[in-house]
């Protein structure tokens, strides 16, 4: 189905967020959406799919002109919606999820709606069961579910908005692969990106948005310097790989054993050195969540310890591993970083040590103006944390660590963002480093990990790896870690050290 945007606008006060952008997607192609976070991308593709209602502007699909005012309007039209945080119901079984919304699911019945679930997943490769439960998948198995879901709804345009963050290089060669039988055989993919290299390999074109408008648009061979530019207005150079590890000690973890839900850990030895970077690498559910969560005081092993700079740790709460200087930074932003409906003022109140009964409000906003220039956040004191994009929620989230720190756990702390806030972001981890703070993180992106890290721990199926110093991974060897392979050969290495 050939879709074609005409002078789409969308405004929010004085923000333009669409800025009369026009643009037309071939049948059988993959386009690829870039730009910058908050040139305008996930608002253009909302009003696709009808989540958000345009200002002005026109949308034809195969040369007739649609309204869609919603995103049941926008699937009856044969258009569907993967978001980056897929839209299911994790207490629910999968083919309850799958059915739901679909007008004729309760005549067809649940029997036949498994039969053709079955079939769909036979078709595409993706070892999903209808009767298991939405909360034991995968971020990755949760998209092959919403790929299934949509496409039994009968869309033959399919939109992704980010949806290689957070899961692992199996499943995102997985995905591509899929999504390249579908443009095969037909449907248009829009797929909204930040990450250059996902593009380059996979799009048959692509469109850059910068600040609300279309910039330019480029096809294969793309050259990456010139699509950056596009994107940002200017260069942006690679922070240079730095390390600022000290002899001293800062977490001990002494023969640690943990279990989860589904996994369980045995024996974790390692120690965390001031100003060290030490990165968690693994496919989602291996395991580095629950650790790092531990670590934090969120949840206590069944055997060993954990020792602060050689405090024993083991059993105290999350509120004693602050008082020692340990900071923790989840992945769920809005859900259990920060506080929707409070402002960025009322924020930094929260965060900061109490003095006195009463709060100083003009001192207070006094502060949160110092912390927004500081870290540079786009918005304003009085600004709620859910007007924010992603990229300025993390920066928020930075702008609230106290100072000094003795540790800093953080879970995908540059998921979602965007080259410049990625290197931002990285720039102010590294500053605490310079300080003496020890850095533990997870990311699904395997560059990621090997740029910014010192050291990487492999997780894989309840196995731990020891540390292994970055410099002697690449992409391939980490990513075949990841999924399970040279493990014996790793053993092998570490019994002959």
Not at 124 to 138: G, M
Not at 152 to 161: E, K, N, P, S, T
Not at 362 to 372: D, G, S, T, V, Y
Not at 397 to 420: N, Y
């Amino acid at each position: 189905m050939q879709v074609e945007l005409r002078d789409i606008r969308k405004t929010y006060g004085p923000v333009k967020a669409n800025a009369g952008i026009s643009l037309r997607i071939p049948a059988a192609s993959i386009q690829g959406i870039l730009g910058e976070n908050g040139a305008g991308k996930s608002t253009l593709m909302k009003i696709l799919s009808g989540f958000i209602l345009p200002d002005s502007g026109e949308i034809f699909l195969d040369g007739q002109a649609v309204s869609i005012r919603s995103p049941a309007d926008s699937i009856r039209n044969g258009i569907g919606m993967l978001h980056q945080d897929p839209l299911d119901f994790p207490p629910m079984k999968l083919i309850d999820d799958f059915i739901l919304g679909h007008p004729g699911a309760l005549g067809l019945g649940k029997a036949a709606a498994a039969r053709e679930f079955r079939a769909l997943a036979e078709q595409f490769d993706f070892a999903l069961e209808p009767e298991a439960w939405v909360d034991s998948l995968t971020v990755g198995e949760r998209q092959q579910l919403e790929i299934l879901r949509l496409l039994w709804l009968g869309a033959r345009v399919l939109i992704l908005d980010e949806p290689t963050t957070g899961i692992s290089l199996p499943q995102k060669e997985k995905l591509f692969a899929t999504l390249k039988r579908l443009a095969a055989e037909g449907m248009s993919i829009l797929f909204v990106s930040h990450k250059l290299e996902d593009v380059e390999f996979l799009c048959d074109r692509a469109a850059v948005l910068r600040q609300g408008s279309l910039v330019g648009e480029a096809r294969p061979p793309f050259d990456t310097r010139t699509l950056v530019e596009m994107m940002f207005g200017k260069e942006v150079p690679l922070a240079e790989r730095r390390t600022t590890v000290r002899e001293s000690g800062i977490l001990q973890v002494r023969d640690v054993s943990l279990e989860g839900l589904r996994i369980q850990m045995r024996n974790v030895s390692f120690e965390v050195r001031a100003g060290e970077v030490i990165g968690l690498a693994g496919m989602e559910g291996s395991g580095q969540s629950t650790f790092l969560g531990a670590c934090a005081g969120l949840s206590r092993p069944v055997e060993g310890s954990f020792c602060i700079e050689e405090q024993d740790m083991t059993g105290r709460s999350h509120h004693d591993y602050k008082k020692e200087g340990v900071a923790y930074l989840p992945a769920a932003r809005l859900e259990e970083g920060l506080v929707p409906g409070l402002s960025l003022t009322e924020h930094f109140v929260l965060a900061e040590e109490k003095k006195g009964v009463f709060i100083d409000r003009r001192k207070a906003r006094r502060l949160a103006q110092e912390r927004i220039e500081l870290y540079n956040i786009k918005g304003r004191p009085e600004s709620t944390v859910e007007s924010l994009s992603g990229g300025n929620q993390q920066r928020m989230l930075l702008a609230l660590l106290r100072s000094p720190l003795s540790l800093i756990l953080v879970e995908h702390p540059t998921r979602g963002l965007d080259i410049e806030s990625t290197i931002y972001i990285w720039s102010k981890l590294k500053a605490r480093c310079a300080e003496g703070t020890g850095i533990v993180f997870i990311s699904a992106d395997l560059d990621e990990i090997l740029q910014y890290s010192d050291r990487v721990i492999v997780f894989f199926a309840g196995k731990v790896s020891p540390p292994l110093p970055a410099s002697s991974l690449n992409v391939d060897r980490l990513g075949a870690l990841i999924g399970g392979k040279l493990w014996e050969e790793l053993e092998s290495e570490v019994a002959h050290a």
